[in-house]
């Protein structure tokens, strides 16, 4: 990796407790300006834990989080706004960050949604508020942005489009991104770092190297690794269901 | 024209409206309508000390106030038992205690009923000075606080992690709550306090469609009932709180059918 690029967070073995139940733990990662970093997992990884734990939502973690940056978009896995608060697409996308009307309709047409500034937020699709969502992270310009799982509901033409456009986004402000994505297809081919979870860091490294890793096969199956070529790999341990480890003897 | 008592009365009452309005948007953005309410039960423990301890009840209730909201969040830490319960359990615990605290009180003349149910004639020179200054400043604090409070208040998570700190101002906005319902108390009385927070919110909610126009409409809606509901308390001799809150539920029963006009117009 460049080491000119500026350091916009960093992970130093991150870990996460609850109820004496660990969910996520011994996680070292960077993410550098420019940079798309990718965290894939099985459900119950502990993929958006470490989103959280990055972002500063989850409180009381092991190990270190360092942020350099207070720039932040994010784009939370689940939200859902209660009727009882009457809120528009326009109202919505300066919750944050106060933004001129330029600002909001360019960032609203980016995802294509213009049209839906001044419709409820509780009268949208699926499809449609993942894209007021995405708009509202990247409108402010972040240094870095974390997208959880970004394009979910979203059709199969506008998930291409969408991630092409956070590419082309994170290029054009320079910003450093966290994608939490089951598009192994995108992950594998648009990224630049890709850290495996499964309750803990499974394997790292670049896109083709952790597809060839024999950990990242044993998760995902062996279509996954169709997705780039492959060579055999020796691995230590596996995985019973709750993501405990079974060390081989 | 009218009597003192009353236009100190409506004073007091367009005060209390005013912060009532868009506090009472927030209480129902953040489903505490149940946490006020237990605030407002313990009133009673706040106002019987006032008078035990000859101070201003509003700032005994206050006080009160804030040291339930200081106990919920310990026990919160302590048990698993759901918000709900433990509210129930500090809303009737504090009302059963200030009750007890009242029949040892037998040698000061009280009026319960007023201390419930809100009483006109009770209003002085101080209490408005409390109102409007108190007022002011409670509405003051929320104009500087409400972007990362409204943040919160649309998601939590989302505010932590664009960096709005939520949980400062979620405390500042429970400080905000205990304090509109000190003030409020001697019109409204402490058993519908929490109607005055939450009707003319719920009313204002119906007819609106972004946040801005709620909090405007609910303050509104707050006003006419406090206007509405003190005449009819002068005119019937009804007790002042429940006069404004009926008078605030035939506004919602009005917001309905409004409601139902814009739902047939979006078909």
Redesign the interface.
């Known amino acids: 990796m460049n080491n000119n690029k500026k350091l916009l967070l960093k992970l130093e073995n991150a870990g996460y407790t609850v109820n004496d139940k660990s969910l996520v733990k011994g996680v070292s990662f960077e993410v550098k300006q420019g940079e798309i970093v990718t965290l894939i997992g099985p459900n119950g990884s502990g993929k958006s834990t470490t989103a959280?734990i990055a972002?500063?939502?989850h409180k009381k973690i092991d190990g270190k989080v360092k942020k350099f940056t207070?720039k932040?978009?994010?784009v939370?896995q689940k939200?859902s706004?209660?009727w009882?608060?009457?809120?528009?697409v326009i109202?919505?996308m300066i919750?944050?960050?106060n933004l001129t009307d330029d600002q909001i309709n360019i960032a609203l047409n980016l995802t294509g949604v213009e049209h839906l500034k001044n419709k409820?937020l509780s009268n949208l699709s699926g499809g449609e508020f993942q894209r007021v969502l995405i708009s509202r992270a990247i409108a402010k310009q972040p240094n870095l942005l974390?997208l959880d799982e970004p394009v979910q509901g979203v059709d199969f033409k506008g998930e291409v489009a969408l991630y092409e456009l956070i590419k082309k986004i994170s290029e054009k402000i320079n910003c450093g991104i966290l994608l939490i994505s089951h598009d192994l297809h995108v992950v594998m081919s648009a990224t630049d770092f890709v850290i495996c979870l499964n309750g803990h860091v499974c394997c790292s490294g670049k896109p083709h190297i952790v597809a060839q890793n024999e950990k990242y096969k044993e998760l995902f199956g062996d279509r996954a690794s169709n997705v780039l070529s492959l060579y055999e790999h020796q691995h230590d341990h596996s995985h019973s269901q709750d993501g405990t480890i079974n060390h081989k003897e | 024209m009218f009597d003192d008592f009353f236009i100190r009365a409506l004073i007091a009452g367009v005060g209390i409206a005013l912060v009532t309005g868009p506090l009472g948007c927030f209480v129902i953005w953040k489903r505490l309508s149940f946490f006020a309410g237990t605030l407002a039960h313990s009133a009673l423990l706040g106002v019987t000390m006032a008078v035990f301890f000859e101070i201003s009840i509003a700032f005994c209730v206050f006080i009160i106030s804030a040291i339930l909201a200081i106990l919920l969040l310990q026990l919160q830490k302590k048990t698993k038992l759901s918000d709900d319960t433990l509210l129930g359990i500090l809303a009737h615990a504090s009302l059963a205690i200030g009750l007890v605290v009242v029949g040892f009180l037998t040698t000061i003349r009280f009026d319960i009923m007023g201390l419930l149910f809100g009483d006109i004639l009770a209003v002085n020179e101080i209490d408005l000075l409390f109102i409007w200054i108190g007022g002011s400043l409670i509405l003051f604090i929320l104009k500087l606080i409400w972007k990362p409070l409204f943040a919160s208040t649309v998601n939590n998570e989302l505010a932590e992690a664009e960096g709005m700190t939520p949980n400062k101002f979620n405390a500042i906005f429970t400080i905000l709550t205990a304090a509109v319902i000190a003030i409020s108390i001697k019109i409204v009385g402490l058993l519908l306090i929490t109607g005055m927070l939450i009707i003319p919110a719920a009313f204002a909610r119906n007819i609106s469609n972004n946040p801005q126009q709620m909090v405007v409409l609910s303050t509104i809606g707050g006003l006419l009932s406090v206007l509405i509901g003190l005449f009819s308390s002068l005119a019937f001799n009804t007790p002042s709180g429940p006069s404004i809150i009926t008078a605030a539920l035939l506004l919602f029963m009005l917001s309905l059918f409004k409601l139902k006009k814009f739902s047939e117009l979006k078909k």
């Open positions: 959280k972002l500063g939502i207070n932040i978009g994010y939370p939200i706004v209660d009882t608060l009457p809120l528009r109202d919505f919750l944050t960050e409820n974390v």
